[in-house]
């Protein structure tokens, strides 16, 4: 099973404008023995049995399908959708991917690992905007997120594990 981090958010993340402004931003990695393009990794990462199985849910509750073919389209920059989220932003090694009511965001990028062009590190994230500010201005999110909290982290190492275990067999 690969080792799943979780790590500050690099500096130069599409995601980290929301840590600033009091949102919730996460970040896990992973580090791989082989060169991955944002490409690659957008293709595994959608298309693994986990994830499928997340947009087969989604699908069924916001009617917004999503297919292999949908992650290829996404991955190779010829779409800006892929079920129930829109590119908000993207750069030659990240997407930072909006959810259609504004509320989450999830963040992938890929970074050579310390220079090395076989080791690549695979990056994760998610962002949870405020619903408001309590009396004394800190960020409010609401008790489903906080019952969550366990369960979300969890859950986003197992899919960055999926990913993983796609790229390194080169099936997607």
Request: charge should be positive; charged fraction near 20%.
């Amino acid at each position: 099973m690969p080792k799943v981090f979780e790590s500050e958010l690099p500096s130069n993340a599409l995601s980290a404008t929301y840590k600033t402004q009091g949102a919730f931003v996460d970040c896990y990695y992973s580090e791989i023995a082989k060169d991955v393009s944002l490409d690659e990794y957008i293709q595994a990462f959608y298309t693994t049995p986990l994830f499928k199985l997340e947009r087969s849910l989604l699908s069924l509750a916001t009617f917004k399908g999503a297919s292999d073919h949908d992650a290829l389209a996404l991955s190779l920059g010829k779409s800006d959708r892929y079920s129930i989220w829109t590119v908000e932003g993207r750069e030659a090694n990240q997407i930072l991917m909006r959810d259609f009511t504004g509320n989450t965001r999830s963040w992938l990028m890929v970074e050579k690992a310390n220079g090395s062009e076989v080791k690549t590190r695979l990056y994760f994230g998610s962002v949870v905007v405020p619903k408001g500010k309590t009396e004394n201005g800190q960020a409010s999110f609401g008790g489903l997120f906080h019952l969550l909290g366990k369960f979300h982290q969890i859950y986003s190492k197992a899919l960055l594990s999926a990913a993983y275990k796609k790229l390194l067999s080169s099936h997607y």
